[in-house]
């Protein structure tokens, strides 16, 4: 739940608490209602709120343990977007999103037992591949597409993708995690007011339209951000110094280009423009993106090699 309180960080250079907000989580962790035991394994990574920790089960299943330290959550606003965090994730099952499989705590720490992706992040990918094919590209946005149909036909916004936010299983399946941000609108037609989300990311209306708001399509411009990144290997309005004033300003003048060196197709870049429209009423909607022709346009890969997390499908 990085961004749930720093809300405005860059995903370069996540703030980090002080060291002493994390506590070690103890060599086993147990659910005191339930009895289940989980043996600690290997650090993970840390975010801004939790540790991540390797566990296993009795039965030697794998998972991942998100460990939130419950001195570091210091207001009550704080304590309740942690419980808003694994309120909405709990209610979420879908085969692109990192399962959750429950929540407890003992005096120190509240522990959230969660789907472990041994590939990472995608981050880590594009850090070794730099960028990825458009046939990679067209199968990952598939498997993201689903994902966030399936949440806003649950009326659940994500609000913070991005791709530290988007994990690897072993089997290569692209996962969504971190509902630090999420929303549920709980009426049609509501409208949330909070800004967040990641300044690379972040939709035209959170940061100019606080009076009218915004709703799901803030995740359909994020969409257009991931994939413009999958292809070109850095985000549309990243600016050099990575000043985040620029960055504000390049998204709401709408200035991006498509370098002429590294060249993609016509239709993903139509798809990426579409994506990446000021106003929101106008981005299209889910099942209008999968029909779009850059999903049709061979090759259409079933599924992707691990080999794929070093070299390009091309030339493994
Ligand atoms: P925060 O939400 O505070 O950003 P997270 O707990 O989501 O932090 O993640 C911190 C790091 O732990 C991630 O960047 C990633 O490296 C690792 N991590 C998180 N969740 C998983 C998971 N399900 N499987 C494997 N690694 C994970």
Same mark, same amino acid.
Request: net charge positive; hydrophobic share 30%.
């Given at each position: 739940m990085a961004g749930a309180i720093a809300q405005m960080e860059s995903e370069k250079v996540p703030p980090k608490p002080p060291r002493q907000a994390f506590s070690i989580p103890p060599a086993i962790i147990r659910?005191?209602?339930?009895g289940a035991a989980y043996i600690t394994g290997g650090l993970l990574g840390e975010g801004g709120f939790a540790r991540c920790y390797e566990v296993a089960d009795s039965g030697r299943r794998r998972f991942a343990a998100k460990v939130v330290a419950k001195?570091? #959550? $210091?207001?009550q606003k704080q304590r309740q977007k942690l419980h808003g965090e694994i309120a909405i994730h709990r209610a979420l099952s879908h085969r692109n999103i990192v399962r959750f499989y429950e929540a407890f705590e003992d005096d120190e720490n509240i522990y959230m037992i969660v789907e472990l992706c041994?590939?990472?992040t995608f981050v880590d990918l594009l850090k070794q591949r730099r960028r990825l094919t458009e046939p990679e590209t067209r199968l990952y946005m598939v498997q993201l597409l689903t994902a966030v149909r399936y949440m806003h036909l649950n009326r659940?916004?994500?609000?913070? #993708? $991005?791709l530290g936010n988007l994990f690897l299983s072993k089997d290569m399946q692209l996962k969504i995690g971190d509902f630090g941000l999420a929303a549920v609108i709980k009426h049609d037609g509501e409208r949330k007011k909070t800004i967040c989300g990641t300044p690379n990311y972040i939709a035209p209306e959170v940061l100019f339209d606080q009076q009218n708001g915004h709703s799901y399509e803030v995740d359909i411009w994020s969409l257009g951000v991931i994939m413009y990144t999958f292809l070109?290997?850095?985000?549309?309005?990243?600016?050099k110094d990575k000043d985040v004033k620029a960055i504000y300003k390049k998204i709401r003048d709408n200035v991006y280009e498509f370098p002429s060196n590294a060249p993609i197709s016509l239709a993903a870049e139509n798809l990426i423009s579409n994506l990446l429209h000021t106003r929101p009423e106008c981005r299209p909607n889910i099942d209008d993106i999968l029909n779009d022709p850059f999903f049709t346009t061979?090759?259409?890969?079933?599924s992707i090699p691990v080999s794929c997390l070093n070299n390009s499908p091309e030339t493994s």
């Open positions: 659910n005191r209602k339930t001195a570091s #959550l $210091k207001t041994e590939n990472k659940v916004i994500h609000r913070d #993708l $991005k070109i290997g850095r985000p549309p309005f990243q600016t061979p090759p259409v890969l079933k």
